[in-house]
C-alpha cells in the first residue's frame, strides 16, 4: 500500500533554502519505476505543480521554478527530496510528493517568515 508522507521544517527564513523529503511507508522510493512530482498550494490558491522526476531519472520544473528548484534523483536513500533555494514569503504553502499524480501525501505546511 502506498502512503507517501512529506517531512521537513515547519519554518524558513526568507532567502534561505528549503529541503523536503518525501518516503513511502509502504516501501522503498524507486524513482525509475514511477513518476514523482512536488506540488504545492499556497494559502487560498489553487495547486501549483512544481516539478517531477521520470522513470528516466531525468527532473523536469516549473519553468517560473526551474532556476531554484532541485528534484535530484537518489536511488541509495529510497526517498524524495525537494529541494527549493532563496525562499520568500510567496513560497509559504503545503507542499505535495505524489506517485504518477494518482498517488498523494497528506503535505506538510512550510512558512517562509523571518
Known amino acids: 500500500q502506498v502512503q507517501l508522507q512529506e517531512s521537513g521544517p515547519v519554518l524558513v527564513k526568507p532567502s534561505q533554502s528549503l529541503s523536503l523529503t518525501c518516503t513511502d511507508s509502504?516501501?522503498?522510493?524507486?524513482?525509475?519505476?514511477?513518476?514523482w512530482s512536488w506540488i504545492r498550494q499556497p494559502p487560498g490558491k489553487g495547486l501549483e505543480w512544481m516539478g517531477a522526476i521520470a522513470k528516466s531519472g531525468r527532473s523536469y520544473y516549473s519553468p517560473s521554478l526551474k532556476s531554484r528548484t532541485s528534484i535530484p534523483r537518489d536511488t541509495s536513500k529510497n526517498q524524495l527530496t525537494l529541494q527549493l533555494s532563496s525562499v520568500s514569503p510567496e513560497a509559504t504553502a503545503v507542499y505535495y510528493c505524489?506517485?504518477?499524480?494518482?498517488?498523494w501525501g497528506q503535505g506538510t505546511q512550510v512558512t517562509v517568515s523571518s
Open positions: 505524489a506517485r504518477d499524480q494518482h498517488y
Open positions: 509502504g516501501g522503498p522510493i524507486i524513482t525509475n519505476y514511477y513518476c
